[in-house]
């Protein structure tokens, strides 16, 4: 199976502050990746896919970079709202596999 | 865009079993490959079961291989999760999802409780 990493685990900032938020394949996954914000006792919901694609109706203050094994999220000008969990997933092969999470707080 | 509405879930005893339904909308579902995710209190998202767009393959995470089921009816637009032998580590809550590129979508979820 791929193995997801994220980091870091958990993160503390301020509204307007510009975050990023990192995650490694361990092996090759080309730009197969999505990533989602998850709020408390909500659904997933996806942001960003295929590394830099930004969902239809996500502000455009989120971002995505990155090939290969390395992809980055950037929130700039962070937003109350913004404050979440947020997951990588790689759809490059099954199973589909998940990094750890990383939560964005005050 | 894809929608994902769900039913099901719910309190069941230990040994006990339930069934999880999807069902897709604004896409030819019958194209999709379809996953079940779950997340326990607290935690991450664990993918826990895989099917193709024809239904004739299918995975599940270790964790509930031989104890669940995936399958699907392309006709009703509909995915399943049969669930038995149900054990207290698999209280969560449960997500249908696709987990593909463009398409990738989460169902609202459904909590699965298993305790005496």
């Known amino acids: 199976d791929i193995q997801m990493t994220q980091s870091p685990s958990s993160l503390s900032a301020s509204v307007g502050d510009r975050v990023n938020i990192t995650c490694r394949a361990s092996?090759?996954?080309?730009?197969?990746l999505n990533w989602h914000q998850q709020k408390s006792g909500k659904a997933p919901k996806v942001l960003i896919y295929?590394?830099?694609n930004l969902r239809s109706g996500v502000p455009s203050r989120f971002s995505g970079s990155g090939s290969t094994n390395d992809f980055t999220l950037t929130i700039s000008n962070l937003q109350p709202e913004d404050f979440a969990t947020y997951y990588c997933q790689q759809s490059y092969g099954n199973p589909r596999t998940f990094g750890q999470g990383t939560r964005v707080d005050i | 865009e894809v929608q994902l509405e769900q039913s099901g879930g719910g309190l069941v005893q230990p040994g006990g079993s339930l069934r999880l339904s999807c069902v897709a909308s604004g896409v030819p579902f019958s194209n999709f490959e379809m996953n079940w995710v779950r997340q326990a209190p607290g935690k991450g998202l664990e993918w826990i079961s895989y099917i193709s767009s024809s239904g004739n393959i299918r995975d599940y995470a270790e964790s509930v291989k031989g104890r669940f089921t995936i399958s699907r009816d392309n006709a009703r637009n509909s995915l399943f999760l049969e669930m038995n032998s149900l054990r207290v580590d698999d209280t969560a809550v449960y997500y249908c999802?696709?987990?593909?590129?463009?398409?990738?979508?989460w169902g609202q979820g459904t909590l699965v409780t298993v305790s005496s």
């Open positions: 999802a696709i987990l593909g590129d463009w398409s990738t979508s």
């Open positions: 295929s590394a830099s």
């Open positions: 092996q090759n996954i080309g730009r197969f």
